[in-house]
T-cell receptor
Framework: AQTVTQSQPEMSVQEAETVTLSCTYD???????LFWYKQPPSRQMILVIRQEAYKQQNATENRFSVNFQKAAKSFSLKISDSQLGDAAMYFCAYRSAPLHNAGNMLTFGGGTRLMVKP | DGGITQSPKYLFRKEGQNVTLSCEQNLNHDAMYWYRQDPGQGLRLIYY???????QKGDIAEGYSVSREKKESFPLTVTSAQKNPTAFYLC??????????FGDGTRLSIL
């Protein structure tokens, strides 16, 4: 079974600065997907960014980018020019590729609470 | 707009009572999922369904039941066998390799 670990329960960043959230995972599969989800106080789960394991290029979405290190099984999220609206819980998640016939379920890490200071 | 609707937003359960959480999607997605979230923790999978009239247990299925009679609906029943049901419940749907879409959740509490 896959496991996802987020070692930072809480992080804080000054507005307009950059912050990196860590995520490591354990798997024996060669192909899979990784995600970062944001959960603001409203509790809605919002997809931030997605990475396919077979792609070497790191995914980027505006101010959000990832550092995907497949050999190290590491998938960190970098938030640039942090804004007050970025304050939320951030969850890293793993999903097997369809070829593994694992039902497409997501395995989540325990989350990192990000606080943004004005 | 297409999306996932969960109801009710808040739900209270009495001792020994079964309660059902609703999840409806109009995205025409084949797969649907139920997750439980405890305070300060990540999501854990309760049940999932990849196709109508079929579903599988997730990591924490004990004390829960589901049905998938229609593509758009995947209700979750929290039975009296679930001794610690207080949590936030999230429903999600998915099509193919696209990321899962989530509903806004239901918060269940014990009276």
């Amino acid at each position: 079974a896959q496991t996802v670990t987020q070692s930072q329960p809480e992080m804080s960043v000054q507005e307009a600065e950059t912050v990196t959230l860590s995520c490591t995972y354990d798997t024996s599969e060669s192909d899979y997907y990784l995600f970062w989800y944001k959960q603001p106080p409203s509790r809605q789960m919002i997809l931030v960014i997605r990475q396919e394991a077979y792609k070497q290029q790191n995914a980027t979405e505006n101010r959000f980018s990832v550092n995907f290190q497949k050999a190290a099984k590491s998938f960190s999220l970098k938030i640039s020019d942090s804004q007050l609206g970025d304050a939320a819980m951030y969850f890293c998640a793993y999903r097997s590729a369809p070829l593994h016939n694992a039902g497409n379920m997501l395995t989540f890490g325990g989350g990192t609470r990000l606080m943004v200071k004005p | 707009d297409g999306g996932i609707t969960q109801s009710p937003k808040y739900l209270f359960r009495k001792e020994g009572q079964n309660v059902t959480l609703s999840c409806e999607q109009n995205l025409n997605h084949d797969a649907m999922y139920w997750y439980r979230q405890d305070p300060g923790q990540g999501l854990r999978l309760i049940y999932y369904s990849q196709i109508v009239n079929d579903f599988q247990k997730g990591d924490i299925a004990e004390g829960y039941s589901v049905s998938r009679e229609k593509k758009e609906s995947f209700p979750l029943t929290v039975t009296s066998a679930q001794k610690n049901p207080t949590a936030f419940y999230l429903c999600a749907s998915e099509q193919g390799n696209q990321p899962q879409h989530f509903g806004d959740g239901t918060r269940l509490s014990i009276l």
